[in-house]
């Protein structure tokens, strides 16, 4: 069984069209990464998912069933759900906040204690949420999407605001989470860490399915090139490599088909006046680039 | 039920953390003890004096002061929510539309209830101590029937606070409607049918003109103290409901239909949000 299920989803707002025919399915703990400029479709794509909101057409299922339908309540149970600038109640403690959200879903007061130090907030757990750091409020909002062991987590930019240690261990813990056999969807438009704990991603242009696949299938279907750089005075290129090269600072900079990737770094390394190498392989935020204006050149944005 | 009881729990807490229960007991109990003693200061005299003429008189200045409590206590609490993004999450929780609305509205009620018997039993208390012509017996029921009935008359404007709250996106419109709201029921109301009155120089038909005080709790609730402590003149605009002689039973009923029917108002309100 799929753990989310989307076919043919499409939602319109008095007729704007949110989101256009998305397919998408999820199976048991895959980490998916939903990617997308501002109002491309994701926080409705997440709506959906959590049956906030129901599809103008086609069809969406959650645990097999629709998120929407009278099976809901105890679908919600399982669903754990970070939404992006919460701000929670900025009177209550962070300990009395989690107890709320506990006892609304139902779960014993003793997961309270234990999220609160795993998220690292033990320490300030008496204190108000008014007074908690923009990261401190993220771990709290981590800590609430955490209640009740959930089998399918959607973590709406769950990195704003946190620093990039507190962002690694965030992602660590997202690589626990999922070796607990947790499903994840992660939305984020902040590129750069990303890549080394998602399975999938799928990247959404104004309202329009992208690309969808492992970084691996995307990386080859957008074929991007292979960037190095190289350092040196005066290097005497290969007359076959000299039309992709552009002078740069102090060396050269060269695009290389992927394929073709080895077989250049031998030539290269024959060069004699080389002093250093670098090679940068075509990234998630590469790829996301490279969506990101395609769909430019196809339709002006509105 | 344990979900509504769960968010009504919360509210109630709230309440006493931002001091409102506090506050509107404080209120309360001033402006009844205050009226008790200076109530007949007009008269030439203070002290304590007739517990049937306080208690009325008391009526007439709690429906200025109830239904501005009541609104301002609850007009923000779904687009307060709706606002600070904590609604959207709380939609994702096992708790139906419903339940949070009327949960929300418990927790309003119980804040009003819990302050409005420490508000005025502070000052019947004080009224027992401290007046001689007055016995603890004969104090009793008319505060606990004032009590009751000043209770009800904030639970129905906090319900129409929660449907304005439940209808609009923005909290500062949701503080404007409620401030309209206030004005209609407390003076433009009043001030029409006494107008309708001036107007016609009277000539309105007199047997259905008093049921017209029916479409404003607040003239509803006046009408039931006043019921109550029968020996009282009706003076002002309550005096056309003298013909119409309704029963305290009606006038009950027609409290009730008050507050049943804003608060079917907000739920169905609230099913209709969008997120």
């Known amino acids: 069984m799929n753990i989310v299920e989307l076919q043919q989803a499409e939602k319109n707002y008095q007729g704007v069209e949110a989101l256009k025919s998305i397919d998408l399915s999820l199976q048991q703990g895959e980490v998916l990464g939903l990617f997308g400029h501002n109002g491309a479709g994701k926080t409705t794509?997440?709506?959906?998912?959590?049956?906030l909101i129901k599809p103008s057409a086609g069809q969406v299922r959650v645990?097999?069933?629709?998120?929407?339908?009278?099976?809901?309540?105890?679908?919600?149970?399982?669903?754990?759900?970070?939404?992006?600038?919460?701000?929670?109640?900025?009177?209550?403690?962070?300990?009395?906040?989690?107890?709320?959200?506990?006892?609304?879903?139902?779960?014993?007061?003793?997961?309270?204690?234990?999220?609160?130090?795993?998220?690292?907030?033990?320490?300030?757990?008496?204190?108000?949420?008014?007074t908690y750091s923009k990261g401190m409020r993220q771990r709290l909002g981590l800590a609430q999407a955490l209640l009740g062991q959930p089998k399918l987590l959607l973590l709406d930019e769950p990195t704003v605001g946190l620093d990039p240690i507190a962002t690694q261990d965030f992602y660590q813990g997202i690589a626990r989470l999922k070796a607990q056999g947790s499903t994840i969807i992660l939305c984020s438009h902040v590129l750069a860490g990303v890549e080394k704990y998602i399975d999938r991603a799928l990247i959404l242009g104004q309202g329009h399915l992208l690309a969808e696949g492992s970084l691996s299938t995307l990386t080859e279907q957008t074929n991007l090139p292979v960037t190095f750089h190289l350092q040196g005075s005066n290097i005497q290129l290969p007359s076959a490599l000299q039309a992709n090269a552009v002078d740069i600072n102090g060396g050269l900079k060269l695009h290389v088909n992927q394929q073709q990737k080895?077989?250049?770094?031998?030539?290269?390394?024959?060069?004699?006046?080389?002093?250093?190498?670098?090679?940068?392989?075509?990234?998630l935020e590469d790829i996301y680039t490279h969506y990101m204006n395609e769909v430019q050149h196809r339709e002006p944005p509105r | 039920m344990n979900a509504i009881l769960t968010v009504a729990n919360k509210e109630f807490h709230d309440g006493l953390r931002n001091r409102w229960v506090m506050s509107i007991s404080l209120i309360f109990a001033l402006l009844a003890t205050g009226l008790a003693y200076f109530g007949a200061a007009a008269s030439g005299q203070a002290g304590f004096t007739n517990l049937s003429t306080t208690l009325v008189s008391l009526a007439s200045l709690a429906v200025f002061v109830i239904p501005l409590i009541a609104l301002m206590l609850a007009y923000d609490g779904v687009v307060g929510e709706d606002e600070s993004g904590t609604l959207l999450l709380l939609m994702t929780y096992p708790l139906s539309r419903w339940q949070l609305v009327l949960g929300k509205m418990m927790g309003h009620w119980m804040i009003m209830a819990f302050s409005t018997i420490i508000g005025f039993g502070l000052s019947a208390i004080i009224m027992g101590s401290f007046?001689?012509?007055?016995?603890?017996?004969?104090?009793?029921?008319?505060?606990?029937?004032?009590?009751?009935?000043?209770?009800?008359?904030?639970?129905?404007?906090?319900?129409?606070?929660?449907?304005?709250?439940?209808s609009v996106i923005e909290k500062s419109k949701?503080?404007?409607?409620?401030?309209?709201?206030?004005?209609?029921?407390?003076?433009?109301?009043?001030?029409?049918?006494?107008?309708?009155?001036?107007?016609?120089?009277?000539?309105?038909?007199?047997?259905?003109?008093?049921?017209l005080l029916l479409l404003n709790?607040?003239?509803?609730?006046?009408?039931?103290?006043?019921?109550?402590?029968?020996?009282q003149q009706l003076t002002g605009l309550m005096a056309v409901a003298q013909h119409a002689q309704f029963s305290m039973f009606s006038l009950i009923f027609s409290m009730l239909v008050w507050f049943i029917a804003p608060v079917l108002g907000a739920i169905s309100l609230f099913n209709k949000r969008k997120l």
């Open chain 1, 45 to 51: 794509t997440i709506k959906l998912i959590l049956g």
């Open chain 1, 63 to 130: 645990f097999g069933e629709d998120p929407t339908g009278d099976n809901a309540y105890h679908l919600r149970r399982q669903l754990g759900f970070l939404q992006e600038n919460v701000s929670f109640y900025q009177q209550m403690t962070g300990r009395e906040v989690l107890d709320y959200f506990a006892k609304l879903k139902g779960c014993d007061k003793k997961q309270v204690t234990d999220l609160l130090e795993e998220v690292g907030l033990a320490h300030a757990a008496m204190r108000r949420v008014k």
């Open chain 1, 262 to 283: 080895m077989a250049t770094l031998q030539q290269l390394l024959t060069l004699p006046s080389l002093e250093n190498i670098d090679i940068h392989m075509p990234s």
């Open chain 2, 131 to 166: 007046s001689e012509n007055t016995t603890w017996n004969e104090l009793l029921m008319p505060y606990a029937f004032f009590i009751t009935f000043a209770i009800l008359l904030g639970w129905i404007f906090i319900a129409i606070a929660t449907m304005i709250s439940a």
């Open chain 2, 174 to 211: 949701a503080a404007g409607l409620a401030l309209i709201v206030w004005f209609i029921f407390i003076f433009m109301f009043d001030l029409s049918l006494l107008g309708l009155l001036v107007g016609t120089e009277g000539n309105v038909n007199a047997e259905l003109f008093p049921y």
């Open chain 2, 217 to 231: 709790p607040t003239d509803v609730f006046r009408l039931i103290i006043i019921s109550f402590f029968a020996e």
